[in-house]
């Protein structure tokens, strides 16, 4: 169990980091909805074919499509696909610095409800993680300012939310709820109807002509690793942790976003953020370390 736990959590903590961006690359050429309607059909189409080969489908009665819809809408639909669209405004930098208020999102809504108790323990990890946030942007949280941004940087906190919601639905869980890759292929495959038909909407005569193969890689790449790898992963950690325990992993893939940074754009690796980055897998552990028994 402990192994699965541990995969779940570096394919959460890595390959989320690297969508940030796959998905700035997917949008230089392809339509926001477009790319996340097709990265979304073709990764639940991939779990439902397993699902068919290992003759574990189930029949779904309608509340259990209402209830894959909502979490459809509020996790992909309106998540994935306000984040995908924000790229095109907003750097995949700064996109994956917003997403970090997802702890903070969720942490809040779950104290509201009454779900969790805010302890010690939670309330100093998430502080230092913030705090390496803070230390690692520190020079660029002047671009909220730039209009040129602001229609994004409103998109993704309206993804943030959207997302937040939906996981502490998710954690809930249902009497009646269908398997974990049931669930996920079903969402994934309503979402991705409804991505496709609202670009078809907001550009119905756009074309695929100018469409890069770098572009297209990172949508498929996207539909592997960020969607059947990632999304499926993120599943089954909700299913066994808290969601707030869950959510800090947006800290990593910051991390992993800047590390992407140095590698492939050569941006620079300072003191500043070597000490940033130990203070953001600092929180991240004490707010997940258990005590051994």
């Not at 639909?77 to 750097?91: F, R, W």
């Not at 049931?182 to 969402?187: D, H, K």
């Not at 907001?202 to 695929?208: A, E, G, I, K, Y």
Request: proline residues 2%; glycine residues 6%.
């Amino acid at each position: 169990m402990k192994t699965k736990l541990y995969v779940a959590l570096f394919c959460v903590a890595f390959f989320w980091g690297t969508t940030f961006l796959a998905i700035r690359i997917g949008v230089e050429t392809i339509p926001p909805f477009i790319l996340a309607g097709i990265r979304n059909l073709i990764s639940g189409s991939i779990i439902f074919i397993y699902l068919i080969s290992q003759k574990k489908l189930e029949p779904i009665n309608l509340h259990q499509l209402a209830r894959a819809f909502v979490l459809a809408v509020l996790m992909i639909v309106l998540a994935n696909g306000l984040t995908t669209y924000s790229e095109k405004y907003i750097s995949s930098g700064l996109a994956s610095l917003i997403s970090t208020l997802s702890p903070f999102f969720v942490l809040l809504l779950n104290l509201a409800l009454g779900n969790e108790k805010l302890s010690f323990k939670t309330t100093i990890g998430i502080l230092l993680g913030m705090l390496g946030i803070f230390l690692i942007y520190q020079n660029s949280l002047t671009d909220l300012l730039n209009p040129e941004y602001r229609i994004g940087v409103f998109a993704l906190l309206a993804a943030v939310l959207s997302w937040s919601v939906g996981t502490i639905i998710t954690k809930k869980g249902s009497a009646n709820s269908l398997s974990m890759l049931m669930n996920v292929s079903l969402q994934m495959i309503l979402a991705g109807v409804i991505l496709t038909s609202i670009q078809f909407v907001v550009t119905p005569n756009f074309s695929t002509e100018n469409w890069t193969l770098k572009s297209i890689s990172a949508m498929i790449y996207l539909a592997l690793f960020g969607s059947v790898v990632g999304y499926v992963a993120y599943s089954y950690l909700i299913s066994q942790m808290s969601s707030t325990k869950v959510s800090v992993l947006s800290y990593v893939n910051v991390v992993v976003a800047l590390f992407l940074g140095w590698l492939i754009l050569d941006e620079l690796i300072t003191t500043r953020i070597i000490i940033a980055t130990s203070l953001i897998i600092s929180g991240v552990i004490i707010v997940n370390y258990k005590k051994s028994k």
